[in-house]
């Protein structure tokens, strides 16, 4: 979004400022998106940040708020800078739920709101009774600077390292594994790699991404139970340049979410040219265009998301 912004600026004159609590000015280095000038990081410093917002708040045509979290900066704008036009970015699972009482005032101070997807803005209609005038879908897109794909060659290297073959029908989920949000469903493919094994024993399973020593040791369960030692094969933290070769070793992109605001991740498996496999309950089907684009699934049936692996594996044989 600072990318656009920013080059709409150049375009009609005016002046953006991109601003994050959490970043430390240095990362704006090298920055592709926008000039580093246009940046200021201020490194978990949350009184001066706030401070600094609300002071350029009010000087400012139009303040975004990337998340719901920053609604008391918004608010405070208001207060001080009324004609201040205030939006809202809503991802998903933070405004999925009601919200405090103070919270969900400052909420309706906001002249529009922009949901990541048709689920969230229905969240915000039902749950926060937010206008529908007030509210529009504003989807998650790729970022310009991916590598383009490598026409899907497997890198025979990259196989080897994973004890995988050529011929290996190779399903990935490339998520943060974490103990406390155990919602992205690869416990499911797992189950459903269980059911295939015995038709299907060439189908091996990368499930990419950071993991805590809780989860680690609930998947290795899950794997061991199954007896899935030879399929399933847990990769850790990726680089980012180390995600294309991923994508192109792997047929099948599988993530049966259950809260997923968006899921970015299809768009970017669908780039890569694999088919994907997503929940049918939350953000996931704006991304797939409810199912024009791949294949939705009761994300909490085994059985619906072995059906759409054997679907896949399919397709490809014919």
Same mark, same amino acid.
């Given at each position: 979004?600072?990318?656009?912004?920013?080059?709409?600026?150049?375009?009609?004159?005016?002046?953006?400022q991109v601003c994050s609590m959490y970043d430390k000015q240095r990362d704006?280095?090298?920055?592709?998106?926008?000039?580093?000038?246009?940046?200021?990081?201020?490194?978990?410093?949350?009184? *001066?940040?706030?401070?600094?917002?609300? /002071?350029?708040? !009010? &000087?400012? %045509?139009? +303040? #975004?708020?990337?998340? @719901?979290? =920053?609604?008391?900066?918004?608010?405070?704008?208001?207060?001080?800078?009324?004609?201040?036009?205030?939006?809202?970015?809503?991802?998903?699972?933070?405004?999925?739920?009601?919200?405090?009482?103070?919270?969900?005032?400052?909420?309706?101070?906001?002249?529009?709101?922009?949901?990541?997807?048709?689920?969230?803005?229905?969240?915000?209609?039902?749950?926060?009774?937010?206008?529908?005038?007030?509210?529009?879908?504003?989807?998650?897109?790729?970022?310009?600077?991916?590598?383009?794909?490598?026409?899907?060659?497997?890198?025979?290297?990259?196989l080897q390292k994973y004890g995988f073959d050529a011929n290996d029908f190779?399903?990935?989920? *490339?998520?943060?594994?974490?103990?406390? /949000?155990?919602? !992205? &469903?690869? %416990?499911? +493919? #797992?189950?459903?790699? @269980?059911? =295939?094994?015995?038709?299907h024993p060439n189908i091996k399973y990368l499930l990419a991404g950071t993991?805590?020593?809780?989860?680690?040791?609930?998947?290795?369960?899950?794997?061991?139970?199954?007896?899935?030692?030879?399929?399933?094969?847990?990769?850790?933290?990726?680089?980012?340049?180390?995600?294309?070769?991923?994508?192109?070793?792997?047929?099948?992109?599988?993530?049966?979410?259950?809260?997923?605001?968006?899921?970015?991740?299809?768009?970017?498996?669908?780039?890569?040219?694999?088919?994907?496999?997503?929940?049918?309950?939350?953000?996931?089907?704006?991304?797939?265009?409810?199912?024009?684009?791949?294949?939705?699934?009761?994300?909490?049936?085994?059985?619906?998301?072995?059906?759409?692996?054997?679907?896949?594996?399919?397709?490809?044989?014919?």
């Amino acid at each position: 979004m600072g990318k656009a912004l920013y080059e709409e600026s150049i375009q009609n004159n005016g002046v953006v400022q991109v601003c994050s609590m959490y970043d430390k000015q240095r990362d704006a280095f090298n920055n592709l998106y926008f000039p580093a000038e246009n940046f200021r990081g201020y490194g978990i410093n949350k009184f *001066l940040f706030i401070k600094d917002m609300v /002071e350029a708040g !009010k &000087g400012a %045509d139009t +303040v #975004i708020l990337s998340h @719901a979290n =920053l609604l008391l900066i918004g608010w405070l704008i208001k207060k001080v800078s009324p004609s201040t036009r205030l939006i809202l970015l809503a991802h998903g699972i933070e405004i999925w739920y009601p919200l405090s009482r103070r919270k969900r005032k400052m909420l309706h101070y906001c002249n529009s709101v922009f949901a990541v997807s048709s689920f969230t803005q229905n969240k915000l209609l039902e749950i926060h009774q937010v206008s529908k005038a007030k509210s529009a879908v504003l989807n998650n897109c790729l970022d310009p600077y991916l590598p383009l794909p490598s026409l899907h060659r497997k890198s025979k290297k990259l196989l080897q390292k994973y004890g995988f073959d050529a011929n290996d029908f190779v399903l990935m989920t *490339l998520t943060r594994l974490s103990s406390k /949000e155990r919602y !992205k &469903g690869y %416990d499911k +493919v #797992i189950g459903a790699i @269980a059911k =295939l094994k015995i038709s299907h024993p060439n189908i091996k399973y990368l499930l990419a991404g950071t993991y805590d020593k809780e989860e680690k040791l609930f998947v290795d369960k899950l794997i061991e139970e199954a007896r899935l030692q030879p399929n399933v094969v847990m990769t850790g933290y990726l680089q980012d340049e180390e995600l294309e070769e991923h994508f192109a070793i792997t047929d099948a992109y599988v993530m049966p979410s259950r809260k997923e605001g968006f899921g970015l991740v299809f768009i970017e498996a669908m780039y890569y040219g694999l088919p994907v496999i997503a929940g049918n309950i939350d953000g996931s089907s704006d991304a797939l265009l409810d199912g024009q684009l791949g294949q939705l699934v009761n994300p909490g049936s085994v059985d619906e998301i072995a059906a759409a692996i054997q679907n896949i594996v399919t397709d490809k044989k014919s």
